[in-house]
């Protein structure tokens, strides 16, 4: 229930009437149950700052979190919201940290300072403001997450060049749709920045191959045929060999070898280099 006009304006008064007091208990109150990880200095100001901002809101008619008069109080509500949560704290001492103003108020209604309905009313309207902080809160650890999910994809689908003219791409993990979207478009790149004309797709480290993840290398391989670069797949190991029979799942025409180093040798075979080690020397 939004406050009242004549509520919000003993708000108000009771904040900037006390204000000091107001913000050294609020930001004790927080200090206490954040066990140090906020230097004092840097929660009063954050303190201070949402102090401020709910007194310049309630001076254009602080009704309700969501009133026209609010938006510098959002920002701010918002703001602390994500900077606790890329700091690592939770959700609990992020609404702590403002359900605390609640306490500041009970002792103030103890002193005689305010009365015990407006202590109710007010509590309403920081409850929605522990809402609309919970709300950021959830949607700031939502976008770290992706961000933090997008990076390991990333570093989980290396392409290495280990040969002039050949690279090769580990895969260790399950392949999805969306991973293997990421390492068809990295190894697409990595031979249009190299010239390669050979890749090697090495599943070694792919727990077990099912028809999906299969699709997933086929397509892969034929997007590399479309740069003009030759994919062998190494890594097969009798589970898998075993597995892909089983499953009926056909590589047509793809060179598949049992490791890494045999899929090399087979490149460096198709390209003449073994052959040209093996010429005996000529003696001057």
């Known amino acids: ?34 066990h140090g990880r906020l230097s004092q200095a840097e929660l009063r ?21 969501q009133s026209e008069g609010a938006g510098e109080l959002r920002a701010a509500l918002a703001e602390l919201s994500r900077g606790w949560a890329r700091q690592g704290f939770s959700a609990t001492e992020t609404a702590v940290g403002l359900y605390a103003l609640k306490d500041v ?15 109710v009313a007010f509590g309403g309207l920081i409850d929605r403001m522990g809402l609309f902080t919970f709300e950021t809160y959830v949607h700031t650890r939502e976008g ?9 994809l990333e570093l989980s689908t290396p392409v290495v060049k280990i040969w002039d003219g050949v690279v090769a791409v580990p895969l260790v993990g399950t392949l999805d749709s969306a991973r293997a979207q990421v390492v068809m478009e990295r190894l697409l790149q990595t031979l249009v920045d190299t010239g390669s004309p050979h890749a090697i797709i090495d599943i070694t480290g792919v727990p077990a191959v099912d028809t999906q993840v299969a699709q997933h290398i086929l397509k892969t391989v034929v997007a590399a045929r479309l740069m003009g670069a ?16 089983a499953l009926g799942i056909e590589f047509g025409d793809i060179a598949t070898k ?27």
């Open 105 to 119: 108020l009970v002792e103030l209604a103890e002193a005689g300072e305010v009365e015990l309905r407006d202590v």
């Open 258 to 284: 049992a490791s890494l180093a045999d899929a090399l040798r087979h490149v460096l075979r198709l390209t003449g280099v073994e052959a040209a080690r093996r010429q005996p020397r000529r003696e001057a």
């Open 230 to 245: 030759d994919c062998i797949i190494s890594g097969i190991r009798p589970q898998i060999a075993q597995t892909i029979v």
């Open 1 to 34: 229930m939004a406050l009242t006009a004549e509520e919000s304006g003993r708000l108000v008064g009771l904040l900037a009437a006390h204000a000091e007091r107001v913000v050294q208990r609020w930001a004790d109150i927080v200090a206490a149950s954040l």
């Open 144 to 152: 770290l997450i992706a961000d933090q999910a997008e990076q390991l």
């Open 45 to 65: 100001l954050q303190v201070q700052e949402l102090h401020r901002s709910m007194i310049d809101a309630g001076a254009e008619g602080l009704t309700d979190i």
